[in-house]
């Protein structure tokens, strides 16, 4: 997907899909997004910090420190407020991928 | 290992905030040991692991760019210079003031007590003159002491941040100034409940304390000025020039 701005918001709709599974650290989230969708967004591995540190100051994630094998990690967990966000924009693409859908002549599917 | 030496300068130089630079690096370095990693396991040899886990990682550009284009992720400081650099030193000096007379305050109301439950010393001449002594020397480092702490305060946060020098110059200016016309004066009489604590101020008519407060001023100018000067000719070599222009 080239166009940036078709690309608004997805990185965070990937970033708190993916953790709602539980708390992941940064490369470990990257490369479960990387299986999620199949290799088919591509992006610099190191922007999802920005995106991680936004949404953890808007209040959409925590994060802790943990010491793994004598590394310490910071590790991000969805918080409340992140799992009510992540509803909303799910039904927000869901609605967007069926209308290109329909207008594409398919038929519209779940996403995600 | 890559450097981000610059990609951190710029975030700072671009007004994201010291903690947020700070922890970017520190998680792209541990990306960037991860990929490594991995690439080895895959096969690939040292220099060519490298090559994948840069590009993998992510250009400077966009690892700039990302944190860049994300306003909420950049400081006060850098947001509104002149609230921290303009109101900062009236609201830190009048809050340090406060917070040293009612500690002051606080000391007197509980010392008596003390003093008295030790049969230290009474209510008597001599108590008195040591009471003034003791609080003498707290005032004298809540005046002098405490508009150089403040100043050395709006450099750190001005550097941190590699706010432009005016704003940092401004800050510790006014800080210096004003802390130089404020003044904080103890004397026990003697008797229980007879002390006088007094606030001055140089700046309020018929002023007739205004040379001691310029005086004072002056000398934390000084001292700040000089402070200043020395850590810039410790910290710049004469050789080194900044690749990015300062913040505004």
């Known amino acids: 997907m080239p166009n940036p701005s078709f690309m608004n918001g997805v990185p965070e709709l990937l970033i708190l899909r993916t953790l709602e599974g539980g708390e992941m650290y940064g490369y470990e989230l990257v490369q479960a997004i990387r299986l999620k969708t199949n290799q088919a967004i591509k992006i610099g591995e190191g922007v999802v910090y920005p995106a991680l540190h936004a949404l953890e100051s808007e209040g959409m994630l925590r994060s802790r420190r943990k010491l793994v094998n004598g590394r310490t990690r910071v590790y991000y967990a969805l918080t409340r407020k992140g799992e009510k966000h992540l509803a909303g924009l799910v039904r927000h693409w869901q609605h967007i991928t069926d209308a290109i859908g329909l207008a594409i002549g398919g038929t519209a599917h779940a996403m995600l | ?190 008797c229980a409940g007879c002390g006088h604590l007094l606030i001055q101020s140089a700046f309020i008519p018929p002023f007739p304390h205004f040379a001691e407060g310029l005086a004072r001023a002056a000398m934390n100018l000084a001292i700040a000025g000089g402070a200043w000067w020395l850590l810039v000719r410790r910290k710049t070599p004469a050789t080194m020039t900044l690749s990015y222009p300062a913040q505004t």
């Open chain 2, 1 to 190: 290992m890559p450097c981000f030496d610059r990609l951190s300068e710029r975030l700072l130089f671009g007004g994201i905030a010291p903690r947020h630079v700070r922890r970017y690096v520190r998680e792209l370095s541990d990306h960037f040991d991860d990929l490594m990693r991995e690439e080895k396991a895959n096969g690939a040899t040292r220099e060519l692991a490298e090559t994948r886990a840069l590009s993998r990682l992510g250009s400077e550009e966009d690892l700039a760019q990302a944190m860049l284009s994300r306003p909420g992720l950049k400081s006060v400081t850098a947001r509104f210079p002149w609230a921290v650099f303009g109101l900062g030193p009236l609201a830190l000096l009048a809050l340090s003031v406060l917070g040293a007379v009612y500690l002051e305050i606080w000391l007197l109301d509980h010392t008596g007590p003390v003093f008295r439950l030790f049969h230290i010393m009474g209510p008597s001449l001599a108590s008195a003159r040591t009471a003034t002594k003791l609080y003498t020397i707290y005032n004298s480092l809540i005046v002098f002491g405490g508009p150089l702490l403040f100043a050395w305060l709006f450099y750190w946060i001005g550097s941190r941040q590699r706010m432009s020098a005016n704003w940092i110059m401004l800050g510790v200016a006014l800080v210096s100034v004003l802390g130089g016309f404020q003044n904080l004066i103890f004397y026990d009489t003697g």
